[in-house]
């Protein structure tokens, strides 16, 4: 790969990133409603899409053991709650694999 | 701001390390580097390393990074409601925007007062994408001199599951919010089981697809 290919790549992920923050006006009172839905589903799906290898496989025993243990005290809302939990739930599930 | 985001820091310099060691072979010291300083995308780079293992040319490359990127646009309006700074600060800000970037900024501005939701979002932005940023490339780094992280690569692995779930129950500040966060993983899984060409694209389809109907409760 070229120097002139990187730096196309590198114009690509920045533009894609810039174009929405930086060109947008300030959305409407009903479509930033809808913005404002969006986080929660996509960190939901990005969650999914993190234990789901090709071909649906899953992730490994530890790896859903700690997702497990974030899951259960997700109803705190506390960053750090999940973190743990899901720090207990890696070590309990490496000791059970 | 800096030390909530240490944790993903590490899981990030953990992958910057596995990315340095197998770009390496294929791109060369000098533009690995220069990958990660200018590109800073995990999922992009590790898809380019996988591109030209498999012989790809140019034009997939840029494909890729086309539609690799696609996210980018709804996570940046989704931020943009937020911003309140001009177009250069912002243009500044747009280079730190990532999946867990912007999950911190949305925290951040979910937890600020009202008059305050702007400043919270754009300085979390900023200061968790230099720390992220910063560890990529240390990561990047590790991985080009040979020094090996790959022991912990598991429980990196493990650690963005975990990051994402307590995102989402961050960013979940009404019920109707959870509702739509389980629908957008239950189609997630559909789309990662049923079309799996599709995967990398899932969690931003499903994100807008499940925000659009219905109200607030």
Do not use: K
Request: net charge positive; aromatic share 6%.
């Amino acid at each position: 790969m070229s120097p002139l290919v990187l730096i196309a790549l590198a114009l690509i992920t920045y533009v894609s990133r810039a174009v929405a923050v930086v060109l947008l006006p300030r959305p409407s009172a009903r479509f930033e409603t809808i913005l404002s839905r969006i986080p929660a589903p996509i960190f939901a799906s990005l969650a999914t899409a993190t234990l789901l290898g090709d071909g649906g496989a899953l992730a490994s025993g530890p790896t859903l053991a700690a997702s497990a243990g974030a899951l259960l005290l997700s109803p705190a809302r506390s960053l750090l709650l999940c973190l743990i939990g899901g720090a207990v739930g890696y070590a309990a599930g490496a000791l059970l694999s | 701001m800096v030390v909530r985001a240490l944790p993903a820091a590490a899981a990030v310099a953990v992958f910057g390390s596995l990315y340095g060691a197998a770009a390496r072979g294929f791109l060369g010291v000098p533009l690995t580097l220069a990958s990660s300083l200018l590109v800073y995308s995990g999922a992009l780079q590790f898809a380019l390393v996988a591109l030209l293992g498999a012989g790809a040319t140019t034009l997939p490359l840029l494909l890729t990074a086309g539609v690799l990127n696609l996210r980018h646009l709804v996570l940046g309006a989704a931020l943009r409601s937020r911003f309140e700074s001009g177009p250069l600060r912002r243009a500044l800000l747009a280079f730190f925007l990532a999946d867990e970037t912007f999950g911190f900024a949305i925290a951040a501005g979910n937890a600020a007062e009202p008059r305050a939701v702007g400043a919270a979002t754009e300085r979390t932005l900023l200061y968790s994408g230099l720390t992220l940023y910063v560890a990529w490339l240390v990561g990047t780094v590790v991985g080009l001199v040979g020094g090996g992280l790959a022991a912990v690569e598991g429980l990196a692995g493990a650690l963005f599951p975990v990051l994402f779930i307590g995102l989402a129950a961050l960013a979940a500040t009404r019920r109707s919010h959870v509702v739509r966060a389980v629908a957008a993983a239950l189609l997630t899984a559909a789309v990662a089981l049923l079309l799996p060409d599709l995967r990398m694209l899932a969690p931003v389809v499903a994100g807008v697809v499940v925000a659009l109907p219905g109200g607030d409760r």
